[in-house]
């Protein structure tokens, strides 16, 4: 057996530099932070907990919630329609993506919230035929529901695309041997295929879902008091705007670190059968680096012993 | 082996066309009940095609195909054929079993969940029975102990055994196998050349696309060899594989022996 190697390490002086400026920086934003009254830390303190904040935020959540699963079911659609034989239904999915995202957000939010001055009435019955209910679309197309349908329909086309690429991701041998077992057409995309697609469809739709937590807040220009529009109302009050908007921002950046959270543990489900070692979680990788000191304390305890 | 009744595999004048390609140019073959066919030749030969085109992956351009006195894709109605449904052919495929060069396990199922899909999904079978059968067939390839295991933790060896027992989970009357060895490792070819012939023994029907001569000069019943979408000549292993007849066999085999 051959002797370890204790070798002088190399000197890094670029690094200390780097890292003296870092330092710099940093301690000059924390100062601002500190000593700058106008953040007036107290007033974010007052406000961060209250019920008008934590209504809107639960508004947020739920406006989130509820547009990524139109858009997840919709892209799934979507997607599969985009992949269909058939040209109408191909074409037609590929027209949808190219208007719904060749179109602000923003606009789209607008025109829902507008669908009245289009159609004054909307109405269920046969196409062309008659209608068994109907009614004014002021009634049918409240704020809530424009702000949905805008957010909901625009992912649509997003997630669609996801899907797709997605999809494509898997072998085609996966199909060909569920196809040569007589499952059908149905059956091997929601069993064969997409479970295996989702590896491919969750990171970026994680992406998506910390992109709806924030794009939700557009819909405070159609007046839907989410957690930005009731900081908006309360600072259009109080003229408190910094400090009010820091709420909302703590808000979002917490719910984005929640998100970020899950879509790890969604990640390492999905991953199940295709690596052979799953990534550790936290918790193991802290266990794991416990076990390491562990055995290097022994192994100086022994050395010095 | 001389059998009667009406023929598991029967090959009419297949043709196949990409594009302008003609990939078959006039198959006619049969298979009889208990019978093993092995198909061998060069590749490019249009032999895994053909295979495709037995239970309808690839449909057909010109001639007649049928499995078990049915046509495959089509019936015949008043002297014209109509395309049959997907959920017709899905019946048809289920009747088949088929293994591929490359195994294509389902990546995200353990080895005994690839076995239960079937059997589950397209027969409607009950999922105790259908684990307790899995865990039988999983056990008669070798595998009992590998129920849990994901195709990525076992060998080729052992997921193309897998992909055996999920085809004859469904109970096929036809067992296709598309070259099952080739993309094995030397050493590993001969455990999943062992299980073939454990279904051999059995009198599964099965046509056997293939590159290993021994395997081929053992068990099969007859021996098609194929050539630029056309069968050069067909008979027993003793005929086509030690005494062929024609120069394009021979000199074939002379490379591959």
Redesign the interface.
């Known amino acids: 057996m051959s002797a370890d190697i204790h070798a002088v390490p190399v000197r890094h002086p670029g690094r200390w530099a780097a890292t003296a400026a870092v330092l710099v920086l940093l301690a000059m934003l924390v100062h601002t932070l500190v000593t700058n009254p106008r953040f007036q830390w107290d007033v974010v303190n007052r406000y961060f907990t209250t019920s008008a904040i934590l209504t809107g935020l639960q508004r947020t959540l739920e406006l989130t919630a509820l547009a990524m699963a139109i858009g997840i079911v919709l892209g799934i659609i979507l997607a599969v329609m985009r992949l269909s034989p058939n040209p109408l239904l191909s074409t037609t999915s590929w027209a949808y993506i190219w208007f719904f995202r060749g179109t602000p957000l923003l606009v789209q939010l607008i025109f829902w919230y507008n669908l009245a001055a289009l159609f004054p009435k909307l109405g269920l019955g046969i196409p062309f035929g008659p209608q068994f209910v109907s009614g004014s679309a002021n009634v049918f197309i409240t704020t809530w529901t424009a702000a949905l349908l805008g957010l909901g329909l625009n992912e649509g086309a997003y997630m669609a695309e996801i899907v797709r690429s997605g999809i494509l991701s898997v072998d085609e041998g996966q199909q060909e041997a569920a196809y040569a077992l007589g499952m059908r057409r149905m059956q091997v995309m929601r069993r064969i295929v997409l479970p295996q697609a989702m590896k491919v469809i969750i990171p970026p739709t994680g992406n998506q879902t910390i992109g709806m937590l924030k794009s939700s807040s557009l819909v405070s220009v159609i007046a839907v008091p989410e957690l930005l529009y009731t900081a908006q109302i309360i600072y259009a009050r109080t003229y408190q705007t910094i400090p009010l908007l820091i709420v909302a921002s703590l808000w979002y950046l917490m719910v984005t670190s929640v998100l970020t959270m899950g879509q790890f543990y969604i990640e390492r489900y999905f991953a199940r059968g295709s690596s052979r070692a799953l990534p550790p979680t936290p918790l193991e990788k802290l266990r794991r680096q416990a076990t390491r000191f562990r055995a290097l304390a022994a192994a100086r305890q022994r050395e010095r012993g | 082996m001389t059998s009667t009744g009406i023929p598991v595999c029967e090959a009419i004048g297949v043709h196949k066309r990409f594009g302008a390609l003609e990939v078959l140019r006039g198959i006619d073959l049969t298979v009889m009940p208990s019978e093993v066919m092995c198909i061998i030749g060069p590749s490019g030969s249009g032999k895994s095609t053909f295979l495709r085109c037995v ?1 309808h ?1 690839t449909k057909i351009d010109a001639g007649r195909l049928s499995v078990d006195g049915h046509l495959v894709g089509y019936r015949e109605r008043n002297g014209r054929l109509h395309e049959l449904p ?2 017709e052919i ?9 293994v ?1 060069q ?1 195994f ?7 080895a005994l969940e690839n076995v239960i ?2 059997p589950l ?2 027969r409607g079978t009950n999922r105790t029975d259908a684990i307790a059968a899995a865990r039988r067939l999983l056990a008669r390839v070798g595998l009992a102990n590998k129920a849990d295991a ?4 076992l060998s080729g060896g052992q997921q193309q055994r897998v ?1 055996i027992a ?2 004859l989970a ?1 109970n096929p009357k036809l067992m296709l196998f598309d070259e099952p060895t080739s993309a094995l490792d030397p050493e590993l070819v001969s455990e999943v050349l062992d299980v073939i012939r454990v279904l051999v023994a059995d009198g599964l029907t099965m046509i056997v696309v293939t590159h290993e001569m021994g395997f081929a000069r053992q068990v099969a019943d007859q021996v098609v060899f194929m050539d630029n979408g056309v069968i050069v000549e067909s008979g027993s292993p003793a005929a086509i594989i030690d005494n062929p007849s024609h120069e394009r066999t021979r000199s074939f085999l002379s490379k591959v022996l």
């Open positions: 239970n992956l997907e959920r899905a019946k048809q495929r289920a009747e088949i079993g088929m591929f490359r294509n396990l389902f990546a995200h199922m353990t899909e079937a999904r397209v994901f195709p990525s933790q992909a999920r085809a469904m």
